[in-house]
């Protein structure tokens, strides 16, 4: 038998085996709401629990190539586009991407103020009034589009700036001393 080369600790059959990928249709996957509002799905005969949604373009569309996975981040299958399914599913699924990327829309910056290496952020979105702490530098504060910003808290919660051009040029000028 021919022996199977390495690359970084894996074999080439590994490697190829890593990067086939199962589609999820409605002919062959089965998707559930647990009495806990946990999400389940049954592949070929085979279930998975607690699964959750991982969107390939969360910043520009979600409702395609959206990865279902497992709790240990282990990918059982990808959905080409939500349109495939029925009404039913596909909102059951849209509904665990909203929640997963749930990124209010900031509509005022209300005072922004640094110190020690982070930014104490007041504003008011679409989910009332939020005050949250960035860190300073990195990528905490970063343009996902010609004019729409994503700022990244300390604790991991995002928060969207979708069009810098409807912003005074007084909240401009704070949010510009986080970019």
């Known amino acids: ?6 690359k970084d600790g894996r074999t080439e059959n590994d490697l190829a085996e890593a990067a086939k990928i199962r589609y999820l249709t409605p002919d062959n996957t089965t998707f559930r709401r647990t009495e806990g509002q946990m999400l389940n799905v049954t592949v070929d005969g085979e279930e998975f629990q607690g699964v959750y949604v991982h969107c390939s373009f969360p910043h520009t569309n979600k409702r395609i190539y959206l990865s279902i996975r497992t709790f240990e981040n282990k990918e059982i299958g990808m959905i080409r586009k939500l349109e495939d399914f029925p009404a039913d599913i596909a ?3 849209e509904e665990q991407v909203k929640i997963r990327y749930f990124a209010p829309e900031i509509i005022r910056v209300v005072k922004i103020r640094e110190e020690f290496g982070y930014s104490y952020w007041e504003t008011e979105t679409t989910a009332g009034v939020c005050r949250f702490t960035v860190r300073s530098g990195g990528s905490n504060v970063k343009l996902i589009g010609d004019n729409r910003l994503l700022v990244l808290d300390v604790d991991g919660n995002r928060f969207v700036i979708p069009d810098l051009e409807q912003i005074s040029d007084k909240e401009y000028r704070m949010v510009e001393m986080c970019m």
Do not use: N
Not at 1 to 6: D, F, L, P, R, Y
């Open 1 to 6: 038998m021919e022996k199977e080369k390495e």
């Open 91 to 93: 909102d059951l699924l």
